[in-house]
């Protein structure tokens, strides 16, 4: 007959190894919605770009796959589930090989119908390779300018409190990106420029992923962070998403409660 016990020497043991694992393992503290100020609760955040924010994001409401496996779902799970009484939603509508204009055919749909609070956009690279690779589509500095500050002009006109996160595009000569490196190198760095230009603009909140992968390209090779000179990998993801927080959590201070990332 099975009894609902266990012996002495065995309790020791457990009771040895929890000790043990309790110094090992941080305490779970939820900070719940005491962090989080009324007028924040309830926000909707809203990621939007190609490839890099895609992550292979399931195209259904599976909780389990609708946010993808990159940084935008990474920041989604820590600051989800360190403040699940404030109501956020979290959102992933990054389509792999999407260029600017590709964003502002959907923009309605896929942007201003979620009403977010907080859009995340990083777009460009795809825009500097249409050039590099003479493919259809493609469009000159001055035309990413225009079709860019247009999405910002809608998003601002249906919520013109929204909290703008504009990331810096990126590529390195890694794998294919070597042999046209010097055309990808003419045709990025002004586009980059123009989202600095907008960030001041639009007063958003400005990360420079290439800076903050330049810093890590210290520490292990390029291809370690983003394996094919543009994809992060996981590794790469993981930096994208501790720099998202470090730096809208200059805007959104109850972020700050992960001190550095």
């Known amino acids: 007959m099975y009894k609902n016990t266990i012996s002495r020497r065995r309790f020791i043991r457990v009771a040895g190894l929890t000790g043990i694992f309790s110094g090992l393992i941080p305490e779970m503290a939820f900070a719940g919605t005491g962090d989080v100020p009324d007028k924040e609760k309830g926000f909707v955040f809203l990621f939007q770009g190609d490839s890099i924010t895609d992550g292979n994001w399931g195209r259904n409401l599976d909780p389990n796959h609708f946010l993808g496996h990159g940084y935008a779902f990474s920041i989604a799970s820590r600051i989800g589930a360190d403040f699940p009484q404030a109501g956020f939603t979290f959102h992933n509508r990054g389509i792999s090989g999407n260029k600017v204009n590709d964003l ?73 990106q070597i042999e046209k490196w010097n055309q990808w190198e003419r045709e990025l760095p002004p586009r980059a420029e123009t989202v600095k230009k907008l960030a001041k603009e639009f007063n958003a909140i400005l990360i420079d992923y290439p800076a903050m992968f330049e810093k890590a390209f210290k520490s292990a090779p390029m291809q370690y962070w983003v394996w094919d000179g543009c994809h992060p990998s996981y590794a790469g993801h993981e930096l994208m998403a501790r720099e998202w927080i470090r730096q809208v959590s200059s805007k959104l201070k109850f972020l700050k409660k992960y001190k550095g990332g």
């Open 104 to 176: 502002e055919q959907r923009w309605d749909q896929d942007a201003i119908a979620l009403k977010p609070d907080v859009l995340s956009l990083l777009i460009g690279v795809n825009d500097a390779g249409a050039v590099v690779n003479n493919r259809s589509g493609a469009c000159d500095t001055a035309a990413f300018e225009k079709k860019y500050r247009s999405i910002l002009l809608q998003s601002q006109k249906a919520n013109p409190d929204i909290i703008f996160v504009l990331g810096l595009p990126f590529i390195y000569p890694v794998k294919q």
